[in-house]
């Protein structure tokens, strides 16, 4: 591992930890670079402030950990991985839920939640005509459903373990892919209807 990931890991580690018991808001290059050893000069090397080193623990952490899981047989198992990365980071996550830095948290949901369901979508559609705008209208429609039940859970404490939704989830959705898709495949076939 090069030293400038050490180095970048080492920051993550002292925001996540300065995190567990203080606000983001509260929470200074400074703190981070005195809790890692470091000066000022050599974490503007690596993030433009406090919010890039946000999403770049959002990204190595959690979005790279589920990039085998894209597929139909598999989805379920990207969900419980995300679930379970805000369950094992709970402070983290909802400090930074609850902060200004929001957006990268919805970021990090909608991106690794949009690429597990365009990957069972691409998957499903695959041998059918269905448009690529289709596709992706269907993709964000399951991804905003998604994010939204797992603010939902983070906001309500996370009281339901994960394995419980990831069971309700996949009983709800199961088929509704193949559903849509074939109506979206039928529509195309149409002939246009021309008005008068």
Same mark, same amino acid.
């Given at each position: 591992?090069?030293?400038?990931?050490?180095?970048?890991?080492?920051?993550?580690?002292?925001?996540?930890?300065?995190? +567990?018991?203080?606000?983001?808001?509260?929470?200074?290059? *400074?703190?981070?670079?005195?809790?890692?050893?470091?000066?000022?000069?050599?974490?503007? /090397?690596?993030?433009?402030?406090?919010? =890039?080193?946000?999403?770049?623990?959002? %990204?190595?952490?959690?979005?790279?950990?589920?990039?085998?899981?894209?597929? /139909?047989? +598999?989805?379920?198992? &990207?969900?419980? *991985?995300?679930?379970?990365?805000? @369950?094992?980071?709970?402070?983290?996550?909802?400090n930074t839920l609850n902060s200004l830095a929001r957006s990268h948290l919805d970021s990090y949901l909608y991106n690794v +939640?949009?690429?597990?369901?365009? &990957?069972?979508? @691409? =998957?499903?559609?695959? &041998?059918?005509?269905?448009?690529?705008?289709? %596709? #992706?209208?269907?993709?964000?429609?399951? +991804?905003?459903?998604?994010?939204?039940?797992?603010?939902?859970?983070?906001?309500?404490?996370?009281? @339901?373990?994960? =394995?419980?939704?990831?069971? *309700?989830?996949?009983?709800?959705?199961? &088929?509704?892919?193949? %559903?849509?898709? %074939? #109506? /979206? @495949? /039928? *529509?195309?076939?149409?002939?246009?209807?021309?008005?008068?």
């Amino acid at each position: 591992m090069s030293s400038s990931h050490l180095t970048k890991k080492a920051l993550a580690a002292a925001l996540k930890q300065r995190m +567990t018991s203080a606000p983001l808001n509260k929470i200074t290059v *400074k703190h981070l670079v005195d809790d890692c050893g470091l000066n000022r000069q050599t974490f503007y /090397y690596h993030f433009q402030d406090i919010f =890039e080193l946000l999403g770049w623990i959002y %990204q190595t952490e959690a979005v790279d950990a589920i990039a085998g899981e894209r597929s /139909y047989r +598999t989805w379920t198992n &990207g969900f419980l *991985k995300i679930f379970k990365y805000i @369950e094992d980071n709970r402070a983290f996550c909802l400090n930074t839920l609850n902060s200004l830095a929001r957006s990268h948290l919805d970021s990090y949901l909608y991106n690794v +939640t949009n690429s597990l369901v365009m &990957g069972v979508v @691409e =998957e499903v559609s695959a &041998g059918m005509h269905v448009d690529a705008e289709d %596709q #992706r209208f269907l993709a964000n429609f399951y +991804t905003l459903a998604f994010t939204g039940l797992i603010i939902s859970w983070m906001r309500d404490g996370m009281k @339901e373990p994960p =394995e419980t939704l990831i069971v *309700k989830l996949s009983e709800l959705v199961d &088929g509704h892919f193949e %559903q849509a898709l %074939q #109506r /979206y @495949e /039928y *529509k195309a076939k149409r002939p246009p209807v021309l008005q008068k």
